[in-house]
């Protein structure tokens, strides 16, 4: 059964630093393009980094360009979110998804709060 587990968030100063993981089990995670996405009270649900399978190419929300990286390591099944100058807009659940064809798997989310 393909499951998506993440980890790492919490409660972080404005301008501090969290990474998030996201393990995947049950599915053949090396040919699934990786995505975070995140969820702030309120709002839609947006697209914040998307990776593919390979790792070879990248995209970000404009919000987060030059303050967010995402990673992989298909050897671990797992993907990363590095979040750096985090802002108090950061604040959201945060989803990674598992997307391949029609094949999409979603993680529980995990609370990510920046506040003073």
């Known amino acids: 059964q393909a499951q998506l587990v993440e980890s790492g968030g919490g409660l972080v100063q404005p301008g501090g630093s969290l990474r998030l993981s996201c393990a995947a089990s049950g599915f053949t995670f090396s040919l699934y393009d990786m995505s975070w996405y995140r969820r702030a009270p309120g709002k839609e649900r947006e697209l914040v980094a998307l990776i593919t399978s390979t790792g070879g190419s990248t995209n970000y929300a404009d919000s987060v360009k030059g303050r967010f990286t995402i990673s992989r390591d298909n050897g671990k099944n797992t993907v990363y979110l590095q979040m750096n100058s985090l802002k108090p807009e950061d604040t959201a659940v945060y989803y990674c998804?598992?997307?391949?064809?029609?094949?999409?798997?979603w993680g529980q989310g995990t609370q990510v709060t920046v506040s003073s």
């Open positions: 998804k598992a997307a391949l064809r029609m094949l999409i798997y």
